[in-house]
């Protein structure tokens, strides 16, 4: 396989399918890590570059956005953020480099439904993991306010949507599909993209700091006045998060 990097099969190779969807037995959508063609590195030079990438691939069954424009904003946002530009896109096709690591997602003991059942799995949280998922937490923070300062909100940006890399160690946030610019939108349908953009993160740093303790800082204060918004029960969050951890015996 790593021979097809530098001596590429005429197509594009799959290496691994990250996801797959359909409906009734129809294909929707499907999202690999490929090594790039000959005919992919032809079309899109930045493969040259990146052989191995990621492919989403949209079928006629799915409804689904301008690829074109998914390329404009990525790009973009890759300007304001400072991350690998995306590299290249087909009617149906759009391709962009890997983020090598997890989605925050799989690292947060969260997200368990009904919502109350956070303050039981806070419990049993070490107080290091907290700690170092608050970290990835605040550095996702900052990169959602720069794109939004920037004028542009990404759409999407839950937990699953944020990368985890272990070398440099950082959060990278992927998938601009649903990115929308701020000129392209009335104040408060822009403020409302903002405020989506910022619940899942805010709604995490309420459960870190149920295992923390209240923290300082911009993603502390931003959870802390977004509480009543974000639970159907805000005072047993509140409460818990206003409870110091036990010391270290």
């Known amino acids: 396989m ?5 001596r590429p099969q005429q197509s594009d190779y799959v290496v691994r399918t990250i996801a797959r969807r359909e409906a009734n ?26 052989p191995l990438h990621f492919r989403k ?17 990525q ?23 890997l983020a090598p690591g997890r ?11 009904p919502e109350e059942g956070n303050l039981r799995v806070a419990q049993r949280v070490p107080l290091a993991s907290a700690a170092g998922l608050w970290g990835f937490a605040a ?39 649903a990115a929308v610019k701020k000129d392209e939108l009335a104040e408060a349908a822009w403020q409302a993209r903002r405020e989506a953009d910022l619940n ?23 959870s802390w006045l977004a509480l009543d918004r974000l639970f159907r029960s805000p005072e047993r969050f509140r409460r818990a998060m206003e409870v110091q951890p036990d010391p270290p015996e």
């Open 25 to 50: 037995g129809l294909p929707l959508m499907s999202a690999e890590i490929v090594i790039a063609g000959r005919e992919t590195r032809e079309r899109h030079p930045l493969s040259i570059t990146y």
């Open 200 to 222: 899942p993160l805010l709604r995490e740093a309420v459960f870190l700091q149920c295992v923390l303790g209240r923290q300082r800082g911009p993603l502390a204060d931003a």
């Open 2 to 6: 790593a021979g097809l990097v530098d």
């Open 103 to 113: 989605p925050y997602q799989r690292l947060s003991p969260f997200g368990v439904d």
């Open 57 to 73: 691939t949209y079928f006629a069954a799915r409804l689904h956005g301008d690829t074109a424009k998914e390329f404009e904003n």
């Open 139 to 177: 550095g996702a923070l900052e990169q959602i306010s720069t794109l939004h300062d920037a004028g542009l909100a990404h759409g999407d940006a839950e937990l699953h949507n944020l990368v985890v890399c272990p070398s440099p160690l950082e959060v990278v946030l992927v998938d601009f599909e």
């Open 75 to 97: 790009t973009l946002a890759s300007c304001i953020l400072g991350l690998p530009p995306p590299i290249g896109f087909a009617e149906k096709v759009f391709r962009s480099c």
